[in-house]
């Protein structure tokens, strides 16, 4: 019998029926999430080009930037990912390098790329701030697109919701650790199928991403330090991050406990970046005061 592929929208009436995967090329599977991935990346990578143009830069410096932060942001996103699920791989270590399936955390990859960022700025001796100011349009479009992976693989939604977008899946699609009780007590069933009916929380944070990308496009021109722009990226991030993690299912917990690591860290970085954002600005007003007094 073939699998019910469908993912219903039940609320706002929408049905898209035998959903799959992936694609056959060839006889190679090749996952939507990877299609998607990449599709993001390269995407994002032609909005940092344009934003560099926008703004007076030599686009030529991110064309050298993207291989190393494309690499980085890979690697780094599934060590992020490995070390808070570790025992997914624990008995088969070589599971670790099949990113077909899923298994990023876009966390590891911001760090990851922050770091690489850092690195190349150095070597170039070029602005750190503004490469991020630069490059955070396209981390941002990456995000967005990005996460409709996770739409394809089933996978990042939240609890039981029977809110305007909430999303109905295939039980049976789904893997077993990420259906809570919550879940199972909503059960429903459509033609003898039994379906889920979840928040879609990667939709809530592709929404979200895109709001903060035209924000912060419409923002650029008016920025008064370089770096200002990847702070309201931090910010704005962490802060939609710290809710929507809070719906998940799937959360990766710091170990021994019970609580979230992305949203400890959403926390952190945007009490962090703040407390940056206010110390920069004020000193900025009192420079300001002093010329003005001179």
Not at 105 to 130: D, E, M, N, Q
Not at 194 to 207: A, C, G, K, R
Not at 255 to 271: D, F, R
Not at 277 to 288: C, F, Q, S
């Amino acid at each position: 019998m073939l699998l019910d592929t469908s993912i219903r929208f039940p609320n706002l009436g929408i049905e898209i029926g035998q959903l799959g995967t992936g694609i056959s090329l060839f006889g190679i599977e090749i996952a939507y999430y990877g299609i998607i991935i990449a599709c993001g990346m390269l995407a994002g990578f032609y909005l940092v080009e344009w934003q560099a143009k926008r703004t007076g830069q030599q686009k030529e410096l991110y064309l050298d930037f993207a291989i190393y932060a494309i690499i980085a942001s890979i690697v780094g996103a599934r060590l992020y990912y490995v070390i808070f699920s570790f025992d997914e791989f624990k008995d088969d270590l070589l599971s670790i390098l099949n990113l077909r399936t899923g298994g990023l955390a876009i966390y590891g990859g911001i760090i990851a790329g922050v770091l690489a960022g850092i690195i190349f700025t150095k070597v170039k001796k070029v602005s750190f701030a503004l490469l991020a100011d630069t490059c955070s349009v396209g981390l941002l479009l990456g995000q967005i697109l990005g996460r409709w992976g996770n739409f394809f693989n089933r996978e990042a939604f939240g609890g039981y919701s029977d809110g305007l977008l909430a999303m109905q899946i295939n039980k049976a699609e789904v893997a077993s650790s990420n259906i809570t009780q919550e879940l199972l007590d909503h059960v429903v069933r459509i033609k003898g199928i039994e379906y889920i009916q979840v928040h879609p929380t990667f939709l809530y944070e592709s929404l979200w991403n895109l709001i903060l990308l035209i924000l912060i496009l419409l923002y650029t021109k008016h920025k008064k330090f370089d770096g200002e722009l990847f702070i309201f990226y931090v910010i704005g991030y962490g802060v939609g991050r710290t809710w929507i993690e809070s719906l998940r299912t799937d959360q990766l917990l710091l170990w021994g406990t019970n609580l979230a690591v992305s949203e400890l860290l959403s926390i952190t970085i945007v009490i962090v970046a703040i407390g940056i954002w206010i110390a920069k600005r004020t000193k900025i007003g009192k420079n300001k005061e002093n010329k003005n007094r001179q």
